[in-house]
């Protein structure tokens, strides 16, 4: 069992910048790829990015490709999500998940956080 923790959520104007953590415990944190999905009232959600196990590979939505960075902190269990030049349409829940798979699929992620809410003000 593996339990995650978002932070880092908040209101800030389009243009910004937040930086997301995900603190993990309960398992070793280097066995799971981690995923960041958002959701905006009234939509479903979507991916954002993922980064494997190592770190070594990571893969974004298109729309906030070069705007996102994900990356991860073995030694401190944490997954970070920097989003930089942000947009209204970023507004949404964000979540961070934990799973086998470098995976775009939510239904593939075993573990889920509780979320934090990012809002972007035009």
């Known amino acids: 069992q593996a339990q995650l923790v978002e932070s880092g959520g908040g209101l800030v104007q389009a243009g910004g910048s937040l930086r997301l953590s995900c603190a993990a415990s309960g398992r070793t944190f280097s066995i799971y790829a981690m995923g960041w999905f958002r959701q905006a009232p009234g939509k479903e959600r979507e991916f954002v990015a993922v980064?494997?196990?190592?770190?070594?590979?990571?893969y974004y939505r298109d729309s906030v490709e070069g705007r996102f960075t994900i990356s991860r902190d073995n030694a401190k269990n944490t997954v970070y999500l920097r989003m930089n030049s942000l947009k209204p349409e970023d507004t949404a829940v964000y979540y961070c998940a934990a799973g086998a798979l470098v995976t775009t699929q939510p239904h593939e992620y075993d573990y889920w956080g509780q979320g934090t809410q990012v809002t972007v003000s035009s």
């Open positions: 980064i494997s196990r190592g770190g070594g590979s990571t």
